[in-house]
């Protein structure tokens, strides 16, 4: 094994390629900031239970992929496999929904890590942006996120990606169509994995993607035809609002998630461009979770984009984001008195907002004009032994190879005003 080698699963992001995630995170933050979310960053790792109890006992990610620990202390540690619990257990910690604003719109970014079998797409440390609106009950704030990271997508040039939107119904109507689904499901022959799962999450086997087992369910009962008048009711004002606002969406009604607790609605946003790991992002509403971790009742709603697949879904539609170059200015100072003038002026020209770099390591005019180069600097700042003699400064070009002589005490006006 080489000893460097990021761990299975598992990959760095380093410039210039860095860049493209750090856009995509801003560019999904973007219209959450816009639209009254607060930041919000919880720890890497949790409690066990919160996670138990909070994702579910019965779900892939609890039982098979979480990253569980114990510590020195005996404290059970799980890293987290998702960020809804965290953020929905520090809300309650932070005691936000008593603070009489609902809902408590917070919005976060960070690492997630799953121990899933990796490939492209998957991995067992991926990055999310996500946003949960907590305690409020309202078909707008469903819609809300939706058109918010139909926006976020559109906002990168992405357009070949679809919204699936279904409602599990709520606690009312579920518990009848999952005994119906039940039934349905014991008279089919399934392996005894599956059989299991029947028996203790019965929704999660129509997400089953073997063909054997999808040919079986063609005849399912679905939610859609069990649903009680008041959740009925929430999905069309849902379908309503999103119809009005131009956001076109296909109804799924086989669409379940890998998480216990949402209701209602629930809606994955997939692209089309990526093979097997189509999700870029997915949620809904999650009304019975705050009680399943111990809080008061706090009907939810949020998602949770993935960040890696988002740069897959751009790469396979062929967008690279123009993103500025982030060097504008390279000074190449040669000799010693030149590096501290010149060193001085890069100072200078950073403290008033222009990104500026440095030819470290006393290269000389070629290799530094190289690394002026690579920077991707609009201009290059050059400084010699006469030029110093003579207070001036080299201001070349690096586009058109144009250079002229400025006056060094006038070379930050200079540049602030060529920038501007
Ligand atoms: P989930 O919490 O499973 O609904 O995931 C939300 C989004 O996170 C998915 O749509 C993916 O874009 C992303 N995601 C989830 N698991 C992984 C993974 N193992 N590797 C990369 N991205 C992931």
Redesign the pocket.
Known sequence: MSTFKAPKGTYDLIPPDSATYLAVREAIAAPLRNSGYGYIETPGFENVELFARGVGESTDIVTKEMYTFETKGGDKLALRP?GTASVLRAALEANLHKAGNLPVKLWYSGS?Y?Y?RPQK????H?S?VGAEAIGAEDPALDAELIILADQAYRSLGLSDFRILLNSLGDKECRPVYRAALQDFLRGLDLDDDTRRRVDINPLRVLDDKRETVQKQLAGAPLLRDYLCDACKAYHEEVRTLLVAQGVSFEDDPRLV???DYYTRTTF??VHDGLGS?S?????GRYDGLSEMIGGPALPSVGW???V??TVLALQAEGIELRLPSTTSVFAVPLGEEARRVLFAKVTELRKVGIAADFSYGGKGLKAAMKAANRSGARYALVLGERDLAEGVVQLKEMESGEQTAIAVNEIVAELESRLG
């Open positions: 998702e997630y799953r899933e797409g998957r991995y067992r991926f999310q998630r890998g998480l994955e946003f790991q999700a870029v992002g997915g949620g949770a984009l993935g890696d697949r």
